[in-house]
Every structure is written in C-alpha cells, then in structure tokens.
C-alpha cells in the first residue's frame, strides 16, 4: 500500500507539470468518439494502436528490445521523474521476493526463447523503426503518456529491466557530473 501513496504523491508532486500524462484522451466534442486526430492525445492513441497490433503477438527478446529503445530515446528530463516512479517497484522487499522466486508453471521461468508468433521479423523491425523515429521526435507529455501505456502492457520482469535501466542511466549521468579530484 505505502507504493501506491508514494506513486501518488510522485505524480502529484514530482509530475506537476503535465499531470494529466496517464489520461490520454481526446476533448474533442465535435468528432464522434472524441477522436479529432490532430491533437497530443489523438496522436499517441494512433502510435499506441500501431503499437499494439504486433506487441501482444512479439515474443520477450522483441519487447525488450523495443523498451529498452524506447528508454534510449527518452528527453533527459523524463528520466527523473520516471526514475522516481519505477524506484519503489524496485527496492520493495516483495517485488524482490517475488521477482527471485522461481516456478516452473510460469512461461518466463522455463528455458528456453519465445519467439514471435506469426510475425515478420522484417515488419516488427521496419513498425519499431517508424515508432520509434516518431518517439523520439515528441515533447515530454507526449513521451511520458506513450512509455507508460506501453509499460502498463509488460510483465513485471520487464518493467523491472525498464527501471534498473533508467536508474543506472540516471546514476551514470550523476557521476559523469561530478568534477573531477
């Protein structure tokens, strides 16, 4: 319970300035179905359902490579705030526990590769390509809504690799900072 009140007050506090980041949404009253398709929402809506046609069908290898561009890609000043958001979910005792114990019933704890399912290798590459020169062209409202819709769509093991790569990015920037003695 503790993670949620310091999500909130992460959000509240930390993402002030673009406090409607997860209500992405068109305010269109004049288009049926508020879908103007030139406004912020409008557009992330469009990549998020580009997005989601070959993400439920892409096999772990494809899905985090493609966060991890995503994460690549992020304004530098997002990365603060995400860092802030993901670091609870890290040093919690039970998503610890949780994320070390092992069982043999589920599908990321069997050996082997999952593959993607009747994908195109070709066309998964060429979608990532187009999204992700689109991503990296956005504001940071607009960066923030697309990453965290896309991480409400992963599994725990690969939102923990989303935040262990932020905060080592983050950690690294900290000490290329720092003068040297």
């Known amino acids: 319970m503790d993670v949620f009140i310091d999500l909130q007050n992460v959000i509240i506090g930390g993402l002030s300035t673009f406090h409607d980041v997860f209500n992405v949404t068109c305010r269109s009253t004049e288009q049926p179905h508020n879908n103007c398709g ?5 557009l992330v809506n469009q990549q998020l ?9 892409s096999g772990d290898l494809t899905r985090r490579r493609f966060l991890l561009a995503l994460i690549s890609r992020i304004r530098p ?16 005792k039970d998503f610890t ?3 070390n114990k092992f069982l043999p019933s ?3 704890d069997r050996f082997g590769t999952s593959g993607d399912r009747c994908l195109d290798p070709s066309k998964v590459h060429e979608d990532s390509v187009i999204i992700l020169n689109w991503f990296k062209s956005q504001d940071k409202y607009t960066q923030c809504s697309f990453l965290l819709t896309i991480l409400q769509w992963c599994e725990y093991h690969l939102i923990f690799a989303a935040a ?18």
């Not at 030139?38 to 409008?42: D, T």
């Open 38 to 42: 030139i406004c912020k929402a409008c």
């Open 49 to 57: 359902h580009f997005s989601k046609e070959w993400w439920s069908r």
């Open 77 to 92: 000043e997002l990365l603060e705030h995400l860092a802030q958001i993901l670091k609870p979910f890290v040093e919690s």
């Open 97 to 99: 526990y949780a994320r």
């Open 106 to 108: 589920s599908v990321h």
């Open 164 to 181: 262990m790569t932020i905060i080592s990015i983050q950690e690294i920037d900290c000490k290329l900072k720092l003068p040297s003695l």
